[in-house]
């Protein structure tokens, strides 16, 4: 069984806005933070977007602060990344990952549960 599974990614052109979702298991979510993280060919995963358990405490990388809002849904177990005013550079592989424990957090060795990952395309 996929702990995580993400929904969402597409093929969009600049400027406009998806909404990813990540629905898992009260296991893999209750308790923790969640993060979203991307992988763009040929680079490192990098962070992207954090939020707490309680919701208290989110952020976002500098690349997509004022564009990028993750939020979540502790009754659904679900987590969401609404991203708007997509950029070329936006263009990856994005990833849910659960937090070990239940702070916001932005290293990928702080998360022990992945998605597989959804692809998002973003065109000129």
């Known amino acids: 069984q996929v702990p995580l599974v993400e929904s969402g990614g597409g093929l969009v052109q600049a400027g406009g806005s998806l909404r990813l979702s990540c629905a898992a298991s009260?296991?893999?979510?209750?308790?923790?933070?969640m993060g979203w993280f991307r992988q763009a060919p040929g680079k490192e995963r990098e962070f992207v977007a954090s939020?707490?358990?309680?919701?208290?405490?989110?952020g976002a990388a500098d690349s997509v602060k004022g564009r990028f809002t993750i939020s979540r849904d502790n009754t659904k177990n679900s987590a969401y990344l609404q991203m708007n005013s997509l950029k070329p550079e936006d263009t990856a592989v994005y990833f849910c990952?659960?937090?070990?424990?239940?702070?916001?957090?932005?290293?990928?060795?702080?998360?022990?549960?992945w998605g597989q990952g959804t692809q998002v395309t973003v065109s000129s």
């Open positions: 990952a659960a937090a070990r424990g239940p702070y916001y957090r932005e290293g990928t060795t702080d998360y022990d549960y």
């Open positions: 009260a296991r893999t979510f209750s308790g923790r933070a």
């Open positions: 939020i707490s358990w309680s919701g208290g405490r989110s």
